[in-house]
């Protein structure tokens, strides 16, 4: 089953994907357009991977001082970094390096702590899209996300279907890709996850418990570039969906 969390007439609304846009919970079908989207799940902790697809560690290698053998590199976000499908992301004129990261989203459905690998998976709830910006500018030359790169408000964007893990046979098995105004720019499987989803959870919940809603973001394959104002971004993964963004400058955000 597939689920979004939008907000029309005043009201938040549960929805489901119909042939014409989506239908809300009460029967009403709507267009895309009719509706602000946001985030398709209650989000809590918002967990990120950097440097989990050896593409991308290889593509970055000139900025690294990490390999496959060091531990998961982990981050966090807060709640204003969040953005539903069909927002709009700020790229701050000051930045001349900003770049997309198609990410697939594990959303925890049960409480867990200490879990080994094996038994991982059952904890796992549903998936969704990610799109993660990062502001290169702000890198630090040994590569550690920091709050500059990586927790800008509206730039980590979630949706547009939750996306229940039984309808998902294999999530290490999906292709994953990003358009730029329509021209595919990035590429990937999850089969090339460097850490793959039971081996994190494993990893998060020996030193930290995971609740229901808490997400997991994966990380990106190669092939970001940089994207400017006024593209539209579309990050896709076969069988999740495809989640929409637009860049825009200061001007809307009175900056």
Not at 73 to 99: C, E, I, N, Y
Not at 196 to 220: A, H, N
Not at 239 to 250: E, H, K, M, P
Request: charged share 20%; hydrophobic share 40%; proline share 6%.
């Amino acid at each position: 089953m597939k689920t979004a969390r939008v907000a029309y007439a005043g009201a938040l609304h549960d929805a489901q994907p119909h042939q014409r846009g989506l239908q809300l919970a009460d029967g009403r079908v709507l267009a895309e357009s009719d509706v602000v989207w946001l985030p398709p799940f209650e989000v809590g902790t918002v967990i990120a991977l950097g440097l989990n697809y050896a593409d991308h560690v290889k593509e970055l290698s000139k900025e690294l001082t990490v390999t496959a053998k060091d531990e998961p590199l982990v981050f966090f976000k807060g709640p204003g970094a969040l953005l539903g499908h069909r927002g709009m992301t700020r790229r701050p004129k000051d930045v001349s390096f900003m770049h997309y990261e198609c990410e697939l989203a594990v959303v925890i459905g049960a409480p867990v702590r200490n879990v080994k690998a094996a038994e991982a998976m059952a904890h796992v709830a549903g998936y969704t899209v990610c799109n993660d910006y990062a502001f290169r500018d702000y890198l630090e030359n040994w590569y550690r996300p920091n709050l500059r790169v990586k927790n800008r408000d509206g730039a980590t964007v979630l949706g547009p279907w939750f996306v229940d893990a039984a309808d998902v046979p294999d999530p290490h098995d999906l292709t994953l890709r990003t358009l730029v105004n329509g021209q595919v720019t990035q590429q990937g499987h999850t089969s090339n996850m460097v850490n793959d989803i039971p081996s994190l959870i494993e990893y998060l919940s020996s030193f930290m418990t995971l609740q229901p809603g808490d997400v997991i973001l994966t990380g990106t394959p190669d092939g970001v570039v940089n994207v400017n104002v006024g593209d539209e971004v579309i990050t896709e993964i076969d069988g999740l969906g495809r989640l929409v963004n637009t860049i825009v400058g200061d001007e809307p955000f009175g900056r």
